[in-house]
C-alpha cells in the first residue's frame, strides 16, 4: 500500500509550480522553428540574397 501512495506523489506537479501558467508544448515548438529559421537567415542573408 505504501508503493502506491509514494507514487501517487511523484506524479503531482509541486505546490509551487501549480500556480506557475506552463504555455503549451506547441507553442513552444512554433517558437523553436521561428527562432531557428531567423538564425539561419542571419547567418546567411547574403548567400540567400545573391541567390534572388
Do not use: C, H
Not at 506523489?9 to 500556480?19: C, E, G, Q
Not at 506552463?22 to 548567400?47: E, H, N, R
Request: aromatic share 12%.
Amino acid at each position: 500500500m505504501e508503493k502506491n501512495s509514494s507514487q501517487e506523489n511523484l506524479n503531482k506537479t509541486p505546490s509551487k509550480m501549480a500556480r506557475l501558467a506552463w504555455p503549451k508544448a506547441k507553442y513552444g515548438a512554433i517558437a523553436a522553428i521561428i527562432i531557428i529559421v531567423l538564425i539561419t537567415f542571419v547567418y546567411y542573408k547574403d548567400y540567400i540574397v545573391s541567390l534572388i
